[in-house]
């Protein structure tokens, strides 16, 4: 490709997302919170988009999780990602909390999500992630252990780094797309994003 070619393409939007981590004790200092560092080293290396990120440490309260939430999605987050609160102990409301505050409700994350965990331990059919839309803002649950929020977001590949189960990642440009929201292109060696041939607007 000649220069003249690169120059044509715009550079990547810039991308406002929020994080949140949400543990009692990590928010209390009773433990170190590795939960945003994790988010936050994932989307920088997985978005060339520029990314301003929003963070947020806060403990397992379901009120307390919604206004996080609610915040940041006013404050014009096109993507939230909580992690924690969603085991089927007493405290993890997580999964309510969001689902209060949604205008529409994604199943199809938290599916997949449980597929791509089931891969490496049986008791991911205990986890409750769900995903859901309010105003213009995609927002979804993940795991709270660092490991399992890379592995349902890039997925499953084979030893040659082909993909074999998609990551719940792939669908999020699109879907923020479709909310109006900046495009998102993805380095695709650590997860590849899917679109229809007519919403691609440029190939790098």
């Not at 945003?36 to 397992?60: E, V, Y």
């Not at 997949?112 to 986890?127: D, E, G, K, N, W």
């Not at 189960?165 to 590849?192: H, M, Q, R, S, W």
Request: with cysteine; proline share 8%.
């Amino acid at each position: 490709m000649t220069d003249t070619a690169h120059a044509s393409v715009p550079a990547p939007e810039a991308v406002r997302v929020g994080i949140v981590s949400i543990s009692d004790r990590a928010s209390s200092g009773v433990y170190e919170d590795k939960g945003l560092p994790a988010l936050q080293q994932w989307l920088t290396g997985a978005l060339l988009n520029p990314i301003t990120f929003d963070a947020r440490l806060i403990p397992d309260e379901r009120e307390g999780i919604s206004a996080t939430l609610v915040e940041l999605a006013n404050t014009g987050c096109s993507l939230i990602l909580t992690t924690g609160g969603t085991g089927p102990a007493p405290r993890d409301v997580t999964p309510e909390a969001t689902l209060a505050v949604a205008d529409k409700v994604m199943p199809g994350f938290g599916e997949q999500m449980r597929r791509i965990s089931q891969h490496f331990v049986p008791t991911a059919i205990l986890s409750r992630q769900v995903a859901v839309i309010r105003g213009q803002s995609l927002i979804i649950n993940l795991p709270g252990q660092p490991k399992a929020i890379a592995e349902t977001l890039e997925g499953l590949k084979g030893s040659d780094g082909s993909s074999l189960v998609p990551g719940i990642f792939a669908a999020v440009p699109y879907c923020i797309d479709l909310l109006n929201g900046p495009y998102l292109e993805t380095v695709d060696a650590v997860c590849k994003a899917f679109r229809p041939k007519s919403a691609i607007r440029h190939q790098r």
